[in-house]
């Protein structure tokens, strides 16, 4: 999966569909790499940032994430257990592929500071 393609209209729905077909093909157990790209903190520089995810969990090991401010921006206050083990590994427990890709939104753009380019209108997606 990648974007921008024709395929989507934007990164959160790429997303979103890696997410339902890793699950509805039983791949859920494999890790799988999100990868994004956009504009990162000043006008001219560029961010890019790689999440693992395997089911419902994501690599975020060595993050100080604000967990609060992830739910908030990914509109999933009280919608979605969290869990974080020692190591940094964030498990989102019985939360769907739309919400596992609304988070992980969260963790490209409020997180990792990635946002579209000026002339763009969403940030660059992959997963492989």
Not at 47 to 70: C, I, K, M
Request: aromatic share 10%; proline share 5%; with cysteine.
């Amino acid at each position: 999966m990648e974007y921008p393609s024709d395929d989507y209209a934007c990164s959160l729905e790429a997303m979103t569909s890696a997410l339902e077909w890793l699950k509805k093909g039983g791949y859920g157990d494999r890790w799988i790499t999100f990868g994004a790209q956009g504009k990162g903190p000043r006008e001219d520089s560029y961010q890019s940032a790689d999440v693992q995810v395997r089911n419902n969990t994501l690599d975020l090991r060595g993050q100080e994430l604000d967990l609060p401010a992830l739910l908030r921006f990914a509109k999933l206050d009280g919608q979605v257990e969290v869990q974080v083990d020692p190591a940094g590994m964030v498990t989102l427990p019985g939360a769907t592929p739309q919400q596992m890709s609304r988070f992980l939104d969260a963790v490209f753009q409020k997180h990792f500071g990635i946002h579209p380019h000026d002339d763009e209108e969403d940030y660059a997606v992959g997963a492989e």
